[in-house]
């Protein structure tokens, strides 16, 4: 049995780029989107910088670790994954950088919090005082624009934007 070693590699296309065929970046030059990231982004980083750096008055990674050990139940490794998704997720929707994969994570941070947390305060945020904790209108507001976005894409004046037309002819 011989293998053959080809002599001659094909040469690189340079003139495209090799992520513009990707379906994880391909977006349209639309400015809905750009609208709907940049907000999600906007209003999800406080949140998760209250989570990882104990800003705006949460508690860190220690409290907010502590929080889903101890009253949620949920492992430290979890609790480190949500922190991570959050402010990850957060920085890049703003920036418009592999838009659909950071609203998808942010969707399902948001189940997740829904299952675990408001699903069992109803449906109403507790904007008089008088439930036990915060429902779940917030998050499905949330889970429609992460799902825009994971249909959508980032849309102009974004990374993966840029990067899908570099190169292009």
């Not at 990882?52 to 979890?78: D, K, Q, S």
């Not at 957060?90 to 418009?96: E, K, M, T």
């Amino acid at each position: 049995m011989s293998t053959q070693v080809p002599t001659q590699l094909a040469p690189f296309d340079t003139t495209r780029s090799p992520f513009e065929a990707h379906p994880l970046i391909r977006t349209s030059d639309e400015s809905a989107p750009v609208y709907l990231r940049v907000v999600l982004g906007a209003v999800m980083f406080p949140h998760a910088a209250q989570k990882a750096f104990g800003w705006f008055g949460g508690g860190g990674v220690t409290g907010t670790l502590a929080f889903f050990r101890e009253a949620l139940h949920l492992p430290n490794a979890l609790g480190i994954l949500v922190i991570a998704i959050e402010l990850a997720a957060a920085v890049a929707l703003v920036l418009g950088a592999f838009t659909r994969v950071a609203a998808l994570a942010i969707g399902v941070v948001m189940v997740g919090a829904v299952a675990s947390v408001h699903l069992q305060h109803g449906f109403f945020m507790n904007w008089f005082g008088n439930q036990a904790g915060e429902g779940f209108e917030y998050h499905l507001l949330v889970l429609a624009m992460a799902a825009a976005l994971v249909i959508q894409g980032a849309g102009r004046a974004s990374i993966d934007r840029w990067l899908g037309t570099r190169g292009r002819t």
